[in-house]
């Protein structure tokens, strides 16, 4: 992710030319070796084995955090207090209550925050949120959000840092964040949530190949009913034993007068059905991504082109530094990542009570 | 409906030259010229005014019941009572001790039944169904079944017997019963449900354009969160204000080392994925159905041809007049459909008690 | 063939009530047992080992022939000389010159016929040539259409009488007839054409593993590029040693304000592009065939249901019935075999001579 | 396309640690206030009004030019006099002799040399080019190949540049180019072809909604066969006017054991059928790109994220970078230009003689 973030800040600046300058001026790791390698590769000017010679250095403006989840908190904080805008790998922090310490400070000190969603980053997203928004739809009746990949199906797999329940939850936290977070920047906030959160795997091997087995305490799946505060129903599914899938982030939107159909799969594709056209010719219409779909021009020339992951990733960098500029929130910010981690935290204690759960 | 069997009796010979010669005999209709009418058009020796008239009839084996679910139980236990087999469009009754009756007074008389769930009838089922027995799949880890239509979303459409709840429930029984019996087909029982089933369209005008209004009573839409006798979870949806579907009735089945994805929007394709091959080359296989999937080759010469709607309405009744002449139950018949029932009723009372409710 | 035949004959009268009742009358084979078997299993009600006995048979006013393509010009002309309507598969025959002696006699008795381009009869393709003739795609551009399938990919499949040269040229007559029919289905007469019409598959065992081979005569793959009388150009490729496909018969045609592709591997999809819509929304269109696209709605009660080759088959012979019942020439008849036969031969000696071959 | 440059040779580190580090010196255009912004934006150390300045800087060791066509020579042979290594965008230029020209100047000098046929470098072009030489396929019997846009359809849309003869040939440079240039890259060197190449909207206003007209005196249109030096042949199809394509670049290509299928409309999926599986699972499979194509793993750290049209042009430069390191051809250089510049022109001369002709 460090790599990520590496390209996106460099090619932020190329494709948008508005936003304030980035100087990419430091990489702190643990092993100052690879921070000063990284360095250089990604073309930063200075490097550090101490986090906090970066929150704390004067020429720094704007931090970004992409180190294990356990570690988030103490970073931000301190990048906070010394007035960093933070941009954060999701999630906050695998407490709850720790993401909502986070929220209080950054708020209370005024610095931008930045959470990285960012599939919702991609200009067809925005244009199936401008059109729920201005009706196009019409009334909005159901939602059916996916996100399942396939990197835990091998029972084989060997336990590790990504199942250890000190991060917090599995495939919920993991990959349900990133389709609670897309649920709502389409249709706005859940009100309540049953769900089946589960294991699968009930044990992995402690290493590749060995006998000794670990039990993984972590979820596999979530299956989720939402109800939105608007009114309509829907499901949500989290899951990352979908054998086969890479990337099935995507979602179905149902309204009285149209549909939308998209799957990260063919990220520059957007399904729109309107109802009441010429019965004779009309269908689903695929939408492929162009220069209409702002700002997908500044980084192809037209159409067909197509944007890839990274482009996606300096979306979400050029916005956040062009946020910072303007003094406003780009968003999703702390806040909307607590939210998407209520709802996330909702649906387990629902599974565990198997009850239906408000979210305030 | 009538007319879709009347295709599948005159084709079921052609297509399947080891069953017993069907004769087509009668057609009753309470209007008595239009049942006449059928007769000639379909190739019926005779026609009757009075359903009883048929079915009391010596020279009628087998008895199809296409008419409204209110009147199937008289209908069908007239014709178990002259020793009849009988044939029934879903659902058997909407009350589910009614059709338990039925499932009985059948079983008593020992007469051979099925019910109308003709999209297992598709090949490409046949072959699913037996990968998954065969473990191709690995251990199932989850199911994702759907059956999405459109014809009810519009909220000017007006109301009509389809949506009268003495028909039984909305929806969760015309689709949902679809999908439920595609899953239980598949994967096994099904032993628990919690869902969310509701009516999305709160009235419609009493006729096209009309001012007047009508209270729905009936479901829109129905998400319901499964569990298997097997142990593995799932979700079904069945949705009948789908705008933009025509017939997303369809799966994802996930296994340890397979998965498999179908959708009813284009019945000849099956999607498999098998894990641990070479990773250059792996991915999703499309199957495309041909003669190796049987009986396809008993309608088309060779793959890519493809069958319709009505060749798996043929194979329907040719399994089951092969099913007669051969003292055998082909199904699904009147128990299974029961079964079904019985998971639709769980899923309503579910969603009315915000609760799980298990399948006995 | 004969099989599918048969299918339509019984399905006809079902799906079109308006059409002159058909009567199964006569099988004929030259395997007198076969031919009762047959008609036992198809509902004929007669059989004979002769086919003079059903061509010339009272009773009998119209007849398919399914023979090998060598046969069919005699049997057509003793029909035509009986006053039979015919229906004969395609071609009419190896020769062009012999169909033309048919489509004279048959234009000269006045007889009705019609030849097996069944594909065309596909409700959408009705949709695309009619929209194309009313200017809906404005300036037809360009036309690339394809029949390529794979039966005879693998080099080690034995010698047969599918390509025997007596029966005429390969892939050219047998698939290329497809799409050179529906090409002038859509777009009107070719003008002229030069080609590459080749054989891929230098010699094939005489039989399944023989050590023996024998030099293949006939083309495996041809490659047409087209001018259309109406002024615009394309390609047709006709290809049996497709690896891989099994039914890629289809098109993509372009205009001035749209487009229309089409794929028979998906038999009910029609994709349509127009020009000039809402940039943001605008792509190409998947229309789903439906009741709205007649003779549609005579098979399914709502589009999702689809229709199977048998189907369209079915409509074939059923508008050759109603043809007949009315006095018209529903199509394609003798003449229009003959017209499509004339573009194959002229594609052949453009291969030869390499260069431009016109059609008159 | 400067922009595309600017991106990739920014990104091109960052995704390629082993290559020689790049520092971006100066950017020249003939608006030196477009320039000085350019260079601040894009992350360049000085800029100047005048090209002559750039290819003649000591601190300069390789030169991008992304100028119109007619300028590539003159600027091109001053850069190599100069000893520089040059990557041109395509075509090298106008005139074949002029394209020699350059090829025999920069072989003299010994400088590296790359053109802009960015989409081969796609991972998964690589993998269907090692599949072919592999024998995956077996032997290759056909070849299609397609790049079909449409931002010329539009007979409104007015003369410009891009049509003057002047800059050469039209379609089929501008896109014939890439797909030559891909079936090269695949199979090898094209031997002969014979073409349609034609002009489809004879006149253009001379400006958006003019009345005055200007004829078009470039191709939109170019319609090939081709026939590969290793004996088989195929079809090549370049057009603008392909209404409602944005980027249809790809091909099909048949071998007797199996078959890939591409289209960059879905440019991080592969479509490949390998015959003689198990019949009853057979079928396309579906790859998706993943770090087991390399480069993928150099932009994205696992399946499903997908690349971008501007990560592609990244590994171009990236590897031409590398080759410059290495002392080596990365490819395609000016030579390869140059050879599909001589099918460009080859198959404008078969269609002006309207037969085949050959290439040397």
């Known amino acids: 992710m460090g790599k990520a973030h590496a390209f996106a800040y460099r090619a932020a600046l190329a494709a948008f030319p508005d936003i304030p300058v980035p100087r990419l001026e430091m990489i702190a790791d643990v092993d100052q070796g690879l921070a000063a390698k990284a360095a250089h590769q990604y073309g930063f000017q200075r490097s550090s084995g101490h986090w906090r010679d970066l929150v704390n250095d004067p020429n720094v403006d704007v931090v970004s955090i992409t180190t294990p ?171 990352w034993v979908a054998t086969g899938r890479k990337m099935q982030l995507g979602f179905e939107i149902s309204g009285e007068k149209g549909s939308l159909v998209f799957s990260q799969e063919r990220l520059n594709e957007l399904l729109f059905y309107k109802a009441g056209g010429d019965a004779r010719t009309s269908g689903y219409v695929k939408i492929e991504a162009g220069p209409q779909h702002v700002p997908y021009g500044q980084f192809c020339i037209a159409g067909g082109h197509q944007l890839g992951f990274n482009d996606l990733k300096t979306i979400e960098i050029g916005e956040f530094l062009r946020g910072i500029g303007e003094g406003r929130v780009s968003g999703p910010d702390f806040r909307e990542a607590y939210e998407i981690q209520k709802v996330v935290e909702a649906a387990i204690a629902a599974s565990r009570s198997r009850s239906w759960v408000k979210i305030s």
Chains 1, 2, 3, 4 share one sequence.
């Open 69 to 239: 989840n356990t570690l988030h908190r103490e970073m931000a904080l301190a990048a906070i207090a010394a007035g960093k805008h933070v941009h954060c790998e999701k999630p906050l922090s695998p407490s709850l209550a720790h993401s909502l310490e986070m929220v209080d400070a950054a708020e209370k000190a005024g610095v931008s925050t930045q959470v990285g969603f960012n599939y919702i980053k991609n200009p067809l997203l925005k244009l199936a949120r401008d059109m729920i928004a201005a009706g196009e739809l019409g009334e909005i009746t159901g939602f059916r959000g996916i996100h399942a990949e396939d990197y835990m199906h091998d029972p084989e797999s060997p336990y590790s840092w990504r199942i250890d329940p000190v991060g917090g939850p599995g495939v919920i936290a993991d990959l349900g964040s990133h389709i609670i977070g897309m649920a709502r920047f389409l249709l706005g906030p859940i009100a309540e949530v049953t769900a089946d959160v589960r294991t699968v795997v009930a044990s992995r091997p402690v290493a590749r190949g060995a006998a000794e087995r670990k039990d993984v305490l972590v979820d596999d799946v979530a299956r989720i009913l939402v109800n939105f505060g608007r009114g309509c129903g829907g499901t949500i599914e989290a899951n």
